[in-house]
């Protein structure tokens, strides 16, 4: 099936895409003791989750869904990797069941829920403690783990103190996690984060067998990535750790495009608007930080220009302005190029909005479905019953 005969709007995963990005992480850390982890948060479709797993050495997790969804998908010998602020009593026995790595987001965490893994978990598993280097690179606080008062890790200096205090109450942590950053592609951020450990809690490093570096970086065609190299070797010659990194966004964002469908063009205010059938509800990310994302046939210098309008009533589920070569017809499809990340894990379904449909080209360019959503995927969300109506029970 060609681009233009699928349904639209359509999300697509390009298959050759995605295991070049595998590929580029891989050969990053080519040679040293590290493996490479999958954020599966980034984009949880089953395709991308298997087709990524051919590559990786495991998954990373932040819920007891994602567990479920990556121990089930996980084979062999990959292994499955767990932190989250928001680990409740009761999904604590059936993580320490599903997964191998689990880094307790506070020390507090660790006391609550650690006796009880160790009693649920038969086969020795590693506990380790999320850290919180307080070293910001981020300017957005929306997305910076590190902001003032953040929830995400043990602070760094909390630590530091904590370590040489009360050894009992960290004597079973064997790792440490470390996620501080989104969508950097200077490798020398994480240097220097690995700098601060080394200065403040050396005595940690040299207690733990690994350490996990997180995601929040990209790697690019250009991307230097000499620093992580030296800090990976230094981490594994130093101190004697297994180094793991957990991708999420470097690895899905560039595979996936949406295509959608010009339905209508008007004029407001002298600007010409083009509603299409996606909208923010499919890259919620475009609304919550007011970005455009890229359009495949917008051209820089173009000379018809158009506001680009999702399909919903939100006033502002707008994606930009974009210029054309040419006047924009009602019926036409338009790609948003690279929103594979963060997009349909939140899509939702707003207004009543279908989600859009899934396919995955393979390396021969066919595009095959993987995924139609219908009116029943929406109604039973809803909470709609097929045998019995809400005024029937009331
Ligand atoms: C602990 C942890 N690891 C990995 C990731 C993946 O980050 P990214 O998708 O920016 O690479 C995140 C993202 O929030 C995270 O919180």
Redesign the pocket.
């Known amino acids: 099936m060609a681009t233009n005969d699928c349904h639209s709007p359509a999300f697509i995963v390009d298959i050759l895409d995605l295991n070049d990005a595998v590929s580029r992480f891989l050969i990053a850390v080519e040679g040293l003791n590290s493996k490479v982890l999958y954020?599966v948060?980034?984009c949880s479709l089953a395709s991308v989750v298997e087709q990524v797993g051919l590559g990786v050495n495991g998954f990373?997790t932040?819920s007891l869904f994602e567990a479920r969804l990556a121990r089930g998908l996980a084979h062999g010998d990959q292994t499955v990797h767990f932190?989250s602020p928001g680990l409740s009593d009761m999904a604590t026995s059936e993580i320490a069941t599903l997964c191998d790595y689990v880094?307790f987001n506070s020390v507090e965490q660790l006391r609550r829920a650690g006796p009880n893994f160790s009693l649920e978990r038969k086969e020795p598993f590693a506990v380790g403690l999320?850290v919180n280097p307080q070293m910001s690179f981020v300017e957005d606080p929306k997305f910076d783990?590190c902001r003032p008062s953040s929830k995400?890790g043990v602070p760094i200096e909390f630590l530091a103190e904590q370590w040489k205090k009360d050894e009992a109450a960290v004597s079973n942590v064997s790792g440490l996690?470390i996620?501080s950053?989104?969508?950097s592609e200077d490798w020398s951020q994480l240097e220097a984060v690995v700098g601060k450990c080394e200065g403040l809690i050396p005595d940690a490093l040299h207690a733990c067998e690994w350490i996990?570096l997180?995601?929040?970086?990209?790697i690019e065609g250009t991307t230097d990535i000499t620093p992580l190299r030296s800090v990976i070797q230094r981490l594994n010659e130093r101190y004697g750790l297994t180094v793991f990194i957990?991708?999420?966004?470097?690895?899905v964002n560039n595979s996936c495009d949406i295509v959608t469908s010009v339905v209508d063009i008007l004029r407001s205010d002298g600007q010409a608007v083009a509603v299409v059938d996606t909208s923010v509800n499919h890259v919620p990310e475009v609304f919550e930080y007011q970005y455009s994302p890229a359009v495949a046939e917008a051209s820089e210098h173009g000379e018809w220009t158009y506001v680009l309008a999702g399909c919903t009533c939100l006033p502002g589920d707008v994606f930009g302005e974009y210029r054309f070569d040419r006047e924009l017809r009602v019926g036409e499809r338009l790609t948003f190029k690279f929103v594979g990340?963060?997009s349909f894990v939140k899509a939702h379904m707003f207004n009543g909005i279908n989600l859009p449909t899934v396919y995955v080209r393979l390396p021969s360019g066919e595009l095959v479905m993987e995924r139609e959503f219908t009116y029943e995927d929406y109604a039973s969300r809803m909470g709609v019953k097929k045998d019995e109506s809400l005024r029937e029970r009331v």
């Open positions: 954020a948060k980034a990373a932040s932190t880094a999320r783990p995400l996690l996620h950053n989104s969508e996990n997180g995601g929040g970086y990209i957990e991708p999420g966004f470097g690895i990340a963060y």
